[in-house]
């Protein structure tokens, strides 16, 4: 390289500054069918690229004895695009991540602490069930109902990681006793009895 | 589940509410490559999800006996991303859909009323031309030249369905003689005769 | 065109017979993450496209008074990598198509017979229903709960078509209590009762 | 950096040997949606980088006195999964690309010698028609009808460059007259008179 | 629903069976761009999803304290197709993950232990650069040059998540200095001094 | 045909002007993850589809005898969505364009004009280099390092072509010498000498 220290023209014209490898949601634009637009790159920090939301623990004083934190574009705006979201769970002993999908995505969980029993079910009715312990991984394809529950003494933590920015969650009980889903389609669309829709609407909150 | 009756706080924060399980076209702004921007969550409707405009007959009495009313994104703003159009096709006796393609989809076509002879030209030039009756159904795939006529004594009906909400269409004929594609370029472009150019263009009304 | 009439060498090698306008599924070949290896071109035929295992009224004689007929790419082949499929569904009067998803796609429903109900609940919990009658059509978005029944005095008939060519279709009540998902997971991940559980195990004939 | 000089183990394991960065087609084994299965990665040499077809001159002695010479991953076995291909245009004085087009791909055009019209009709029937020069680039989207011809004095050259590794080719007048679709579909499904559809079937060779 | 105690004949066939929720990869089969072929469904099992891989520590006794230990499709062919996988990073004090990039996918860093140091440099050469403590979640967009490495006193481990499910690693130092790509080269194309890069080819063991 | 003469009503609605064959950026408004919103159809001409701009000769008086001038969607709007872009390489004798990779695309290579040397590394550290002239292609797998240098005696010219239309650049030691990116963290994270360092800094104007 000869010429090293003679520094002439530069090589490439300011328009490269345009070119985008990464499109960090601007939140307040309405969303497309591939994410947010973009936030205007002279405004992108280094704090776009950070997310502490799933630093502190969930509350697990709940209902369920658990608590899953997401880490979607709507609470870290720089996965915008990019195929890529998570969730904390924190899981009490006995509590449990009860029956849910992600209709848009695949998940992919990492144990950090604790006894994790992890399910899904497939189409075919198979079903898929594994005691993890910490540093196990763990594939759920996308969009088959599945659960976690805590199986040891002590709480248990795990990352739920998303091939989607936008995954979507549908949790099972709550899709059909929190709605307003009416009680008699519920037992026109499942096999369930009418009492036991009544007892769990009125637990959940739902109405119909 | 021990503590079913005591509803304590929610599990999830309301920051779920902005999951994008669909994106209902705003079609008041601009289309973008992927599709419009959402209508706002907070004003769909399941209005927004549903079309009746394939419901009534297609007007036959024009130069093809035939009617192709489209339920495309523009029309259907709820499928918006989400990979899926159609169309209904009401073809008299004798009727035709001329040749056509659609640059952006496959099509899958389903028969509901009478007989309809479907066929399309491959890349390679082969030729796939089939007889098809009330529920039979036909894939014709992306991008090739492909028609539908009624072979039978009373009219059809069937619904193409698309996968992409903006499959496009292109129409032969109309192409090349509706259009102000100069004669010049047609006959230098195609091994047509000019009169035979002349005489289409005064039919469908092309000019240059 | 002045040289028209003296056919010369052709334009194009033959290997353009190598384009793969379609992949017809070889079925008897391993599936992939795009769908199944394509048939020999040579191979394929008319026949490949057509399909008319939906032509044919599915039996309704079942518990649910109902029949979904699929016509997924395991049936007819020529859908392979093209991005669509359908199935046809059957309701007698008073008949349903249970709560269920499909994992891996849209679904447009277009009803041809008779009066449906069709609905789905949101990630957010919130519900679309909606009464259709025949030519109309319902956008169904990935991976959400959904079902579809008869609110008519007859027999109604409609065709869901999907965004891939292998949806998926995962039955509620079938993965919960036709399957052998344990009966004391069923009552950790969901709010059911034991007798809710074991009653409809029996009914469904799950195990575990 | 204070280790620098004692290389000790090696970072990561052997198994990144099977990182597919490519997938070099390999031909003899059936394709699919998404492309051929790879040869071995231990079977990779440079030459399966590189295409040396396209650097001779296309034969323009032909009716169309052009011709175009592809870089498909038929050819170019190296581009199978990357989204890319080429083909040289050679074209003659007066000579000219009969209309067309890619079912599967839209083409940047990239003129390289002489002087090229270049066109495409849009699905509303717009016209774009354009004189380019040495250097100029036009693009072409996806499915949509179009040609180039040399509009100089002396030979023309072309590169068409395509957004998929096997973007198809369907020309017009071949897939109508050079095919075995019948002259009575042809008739039915276009406006075109029988004596047009006798005679260029007779100069393209189709049959039917 | 009444007719829930009589289970008549079942509501879909045994095709169903075949529907493809999931992917695991064969990996003695040849690789393809969308990933391996499947293995036959009746062979998988729950140990299909699961990777206890990530579990055990990496040894940091190396050259840049620190280890990379993948759990890409070729360690856990359960992801195969689902657009997810992961690797653990143990990075003891003063160590190092040196600048690299993922050519085919965007990754989420995790910090589960100890504090991490992350940076990327993008296309317009700023400088992104973030000191991360146990929770804290750092997204890095698709291909561009990044490193991690531990600032605390204690080591540090971190779990980085891909949107693909063979992202590739290229190391800077390694593709320049522990390859067989030539001294001249190297100098010709980067801005290196010709003593640099003997020494660093000596340290790293290249050739050429 | 018979009615041919009888121009009828039209077949289709003008809803159809609505589709979109083609999406021209609307480089005013902010982008999305899918590329820019589109210009208004009606304000579209045949100018946005052409792009003169790589038609003149890169200025090659600078410190790498060699320019790069893109058309990227930023210089050419209509490329927006369509998956493809261009840049037209110059290289004086001697000239290089030093190691640099695409996050985005991978780079179809088309010498026009001298001799050009090519060649990139894999994730492996395999290396693949190759000696092309005129009217040979090379292949360059997405987000590799990879350079092109000319080894004749006279200037070369090449095309490289992209699989995106916003394909980015990152030029190896424009990232680590040309930036803020601080001395520190450049020994630490590459096994650079800090003279070296500090040596290619103030050559090539990089701080920190």
């Known amino acids: 390289m000869f010429h090293i220290f003679f520094l002439l023209p530069l090589l490439l014209s300011t328009s490269y500054a345009s070119v985008n490898d990464f499109c960090v949601a601007d939140l307040k634009s309405p969303d497309s069918p591939a994410g947010y637009p973009c936030k205007p790159p002279a405004k992108v920090t280094t704090h776009d690229f950070v997310y502490a939301g799933l630093a502190a623990e969930g509350s697990t004083s709940n209902i369920i004895n658990a608590a899953v934190t997401p880490a979607f574009v709507a609470q870290?705006?720089?996965?915008?695009?990019?195929?890529l979201s998570a969730a904390r769970l924190d899981?009490?002993?006995g509590g449990v991540i009860p029956l849910h999908t992600h209709p848009g995505a695949s998940e992919l969980l990492i144990v950090t602490e604790g006894l994790v029993t992890v399910g899904f079910i497939a189409s075919d009715n198979s079903v898929y069930v594994k005691k993890l312990s910490k540093g196990q991984l763990f594939i759920l394809p996308q969009g088959l109902l599945h659960f976690q529950l805590s199986y040891g003494k002590s709480k248990a933590v795990a990352y739920?990681?998303?091939s989607s920015s936008?995954?979507?969650?549908?949790?099972?009980?709550?899709?059909?006793?929190?709605?307003n889903f009416s009680s008699s389609l519920i037992t026109q669309t499942t096999f369930l009895d009418p009492e036991q829709v009544k007892k769990l609407k009125s637990v959940l909150g739902g109405s119909g």
């Open 76 to 83: 870290f705006p720089g996965l915008n695009g990019l195929g």
């Open 160 to 162: 739920a990681v998303f």
């Open 91 to 93: 899981i009490a002993p």
């Open 166 to 179: 936008n995954p979507g969650l549908q949790i099972l009980d709550f899709a059909l006793f929190a709605s």
